[in-house]
């Protein structure tokens, strides 16, 4: 959609005295202006994107301030007037006596088309909170989006300021379809929030500056009562909102927990951590950084956990370019890596391995497939590394774990003597390794991964013999016994047996098994051409192995 933009300066000068507005002609750009800022007894200045401009040498008076304010009328209880169906906002600083002393007079504009950067996200049906500092244009999306749902959605504005809608009764006609709720007093804007719920039957609540704890609990229980929302809030990204005590539960909340000692060795943290308490309410994270550039979150929950674990995972970032095109790049930070979930700590006794669409083999050590259809995963010097034993030489194998706990996975690979590297970057990366539960929610870094042909790898739980066996499987590590797997130990001591007779011993006694697994022991005796015989009660009923006479 082209851009389009609307600000009817013309209605804001009309409240400026006239040695003002004559100051503005001599300037002469106002399509870059943000605001007009008049304290008493300092110079009048404007402020535009690139800077402030003085716009007279002489100091602001009082009947300059007063003229101004008997042209606006009444300001209302948090200091801010409006002008009749524009969106243009007059904020008033007053003295001790509440005398107004100063004015910011902000430039309200309705820029139609800009959300065109996030559209996608906001037509998802998931609930987006953008953030970012002051004047970098957070109403102005949030007004185009509430537009844009319009069309096809029943979308209710809760507009405690007038800003997204203007002043006046009669809402901007930028809003389009939308409907206006206002709110006679700012600390009421969380009732105001819970009435639309109840009254208007919305399918999506769109909210300026979420400031106040309670706005944030009715978020809350809007989002629980599967309402889409579209909010704004102030700050500069999301480790903001996580150090925000007010805010933090539009992200899930943050607390304090103990953790036993073994959980505290296996994640290799100290025991006293972090974690986020409830799921978040907003889905998507929105950082707007200026006016065509912002990143994105599009899992909340995951971002969140990421931090608190010291590894932020990939953000999107996207930048309207010079041609008005859309830009999107995908950012890893130094430090970033993919983190275990606090809910990953279930543990399943079932060791396979499986893909979400393709169904697990009743073949304990079948192979795996990865979802582009190859049975093996790129190496990083352009061979392959196959299943069973067709890659004697082990070749380095760099993979990105999304999902799966990084220090289960170097350890595992170090106890199996594989070389495998745990990258940060997943750009860089031969394969990816995560568990069901994740893949199954098709994160954008997934599906991206797959459209790219890189393989991907799916574990059914992250727990370290699953793990074991995704890297034995993988490297084609047959023969090797695994520490989990009573039958393979069994197996192996049996060899060992059949070769101590065979190299003079008069028997070897085998540990006590299990019936299935005897008759399997005494088959492979006879294979080797010596007597075994069984002996012992249940359960210590154990196989001897006999030199043939």
């Known amino acids: 959609m082209e851009r389009r933009i609307t600000d009817n300066i013309y209605e804001l000068r009309r409240v400026l005295p006239p040695h003002l507005n004559a100051a503005l002609d001599h300037i002469g750009n106002t399509d870059d202006l943000l605001e007009i800022v008049l304290d008493l007894g300092r110079v009048p200045t404007a402020r535009y994107l690139d800077g402030e401009v003085v716009l007279l040498e002489e100091e602001v008076n009082r009947d300059d301030i007063d003229a101004i304010v008997s042209n606006i009328g009444m300001f209302d209880a948090d200091n801010r007037a409006g002008l009749e169906r524009t969106l243009h906002r007059i904020s008033g600083i007053r003295n001790r006596r509440g005398d107004v002393v100063g004015l910011t007079c902000r430039v309200g504009r309705a820029v139609y088309g800009t959300i065109d950067i996030i559209q996608d996200l906001v037509e998802s049906g998931q609930s987006v909170l953008i953030m970012g500092p002051p004047g970098v244009g957070k109403t102005t999306m949030l007004r185009e989006a509430a537009r844009v749902l319009a069309e096809n959605k029943r979308v209710v504005i809760v507009d405690t300021s007038n800003e997204i809608g203007g002043d006046g009764d009669v809402p901007h006609p930028a809003i389009g379809k939308a409907r206006r709720m206002q709110v006679s007093q700012p600390e009421r804007q969380h009732e105001v929030m819970i009435e639309a719920v109840e009254n208007h039957n919305p399918e999506v609540i769109v909210i300026d500056e979420i400031g106040r704890e309670l706005e944030a609990q009715a978020a809350r229980t809007i989002a629980e009562r599967g309402v889409q929302l ?320």
């Open 230 to 549: 579209i909010g704004t809030a102030h700050g500069n990204a999301l480790e903001n909102l996580m150090l925000n005590p007010t805010l933090s539960d539009l992200i899930g909340g943050i607390e304090s927990v103990t953790l036993s000692d073994e959980e505290a060795r296996r994640r290799g943290t100290q025991k006293s951590v972090q974690e986020r308490k409830a799921p978040p309410t907003f889905d998507v994270l929105i950082e707007l950084q200026t006016r065509d550039r912002l990143a994105v979150h599009e899992d909340v929950a995951a971002a969140v956990d990421g931090q608190l674990r010291g590894r932020p995972l990939p953000i999107e970032l996207r930048s309207r370019n010079a041609r008005g095109e859309i830009d999107i790049e995908t950012v890893v930070p130094e430090s970033r890596a993919m983190t275990e979930r606090s809910g990953r700590a279930n543990r399943e006794k079932d060791n396979g391995l499986s893909h979400d669409n393709i169904p697990q083999s009743s073949n304990r050590r079948g192979k795996l497939v990865p979802p582009n259809g190859s049975n093996h995963a790129n190496t990083s010097n352009g061979g392959n590394t196959g299943n069973g034993s067709s890659n004697p030489a082990l070749q380095p194998l760099r993979l990105y774990a999304y999902g799966v706990a990084r220090n289960r996975l170097m350890q595992s690979a170090r106890r199996l003597h594989v070389p495998v590297s745990v990258v940060d970057d997943f750009n860089g990366t031969d394969a990816i390794v995560t568990i069901k539960n994740d893949y199954r929610r098709r994160p954008k870094l997934i599906v991206d991964a797959e459209r790219r042909g890189t393989p991907i790898y799916v574990l059914r739980a992250n727990t370290v013999s699953q793990i074991e066996n995704f890297l034995i499987d993988l490297y084609g590590l047959e023969d090797i016994v695994r520490p989990d797997d009573p039958y393979g130990m069994a197996m192996e001591e049996t060899k060992s047996a059949i070769l101590r007779v065979r190299n003079g011993a008069e028997y070897v006694d085998l540990n006590p098994q299990d019936a299935d697994t005897r008759r399997r022991q005494h088959e492979m005796a006879r294979q080797a051409r010596l007597f075994s015989e069984s002996f012992g009660d249940e359960p210590e009923r154990r196989v001897r192995i006999l030199r043939a006479n």
